[in-house]
């Protein structure tokens, strides 16, 4: 089993900034690709960011320049700098990641956390 587990949700005003962050635990072999993800009331979840196991990011258009994906390997944690947020922002933000799990082969799952909510307030 491997569970992902997200923090650092809440409610700030526009302009602010929140710090998520996930962590990865249960019985794995590595991670490679993590990422955040977001559903907003009565919309699609959508991608808002990732980043593979050798640093490589990609963003959403829509927060580039104001959110920041990083992670800890060797913690085994991805983490979302959220600035400059705005009324859009608002949604439930789900931790994403693709484990290998071995038993007597490997192979590749994909993993999501229960979600934080995040309200952006005008």
């Given at each position: 089993q491997v569970q992902l587990?997200?923090?650092g949700g809440g409610?700030?005003?526009?302009?602010g900034s929140l710090r998520l962050s996930c962590a990865a635990s249960g019985n794995f072999f590595s991670i490679d690709a993590m990422g955040w993800y977001r559903q907003a009331p009565g919309k699609q979840r959508e991608l808002v960011a990732t980043i593979t196991s050798g640093g490589n990011t990609n963003y959403a258009d829509s927060v580039k320049g104001r959110f920041t994906i990083s992670r800890d390997n060797a913690k085994n944690t991805v983490h979302l700098q959220m600035n400059s947020q705005k009324p859009e922002d608002t949604a439930v933000y789900y931790c994403n990641a693709d484990v290998y799990v071995c038993n007597t082969g490997c192979r590749r799952y994909g993993y999501w956390g229960q979600g934080t909510q995040v309200t952006v307030s005008s």
């Open positions: 587990v997200e923090s409610l700030v005003q526009a302009g």
